[in-house]
């Protein structure tokens, strides 16, 4: 998903002003909305990519560990816990990233909103 903002330009006449302004005023709203839907996933792929790169660093020392030979229970349990707990780390990012991505959409159409409302009183 690409984001940016599209301003349209329209010749029209008078009558048709409105309906051109609301179109482009929509255009903006659902830019906005898009924007924050774009930024969620892109936290979120980042994220991924990062516990990725972060799981392969950590295990560098215990593949040290197994090449010994004296230590390769050790190290496959100690690899299976770091696993999880790194999981449950990069699980958690996302989840509030989602909440974040969620959050910022719902304002963003209620700002819209309440601007389309004061733009009538």
Not at 14 to 19: G, N, R
Not at 26 to 44: F, P, R
Not at 82 to 102: C, G, H, P
Request: charged letters at 30%; glycine letters at 4%.
């Amino acid at each position: 998903m690409t984001y940016f903002r599209s301003y349209s330009r329209f010749t029209v006449r008078k009558s048709h002003q409105w309906l051109c302004l609301k179109e482009i005023q929509m255009s903006e709203h659902n830019a906005e909305v898009n924007l924050a839907g774009w930024i969620g996933e892109t936290i979120d792929q980042t994220t991924t990519s990062i516990e990725a790169i972060h799981k392969s660093i950590a295990e560098i020392p215990l593949d040290l560990l197994r090449q010994t030979g004296v230590f390769e229970k050790t190290a496959d349990d100690v690899s299976d816990l770091q696993d999880r707990s790194l999981s449950a780390i990069y699980d958690t990012v996302r989840e509030v990233s989602r909440r974040f991505s969620s959050l910022a959409s719902d304002l963003l159409r209620e700002g819209t909103a309440g601007s389309e409302e004061r733009r009538k009183s």
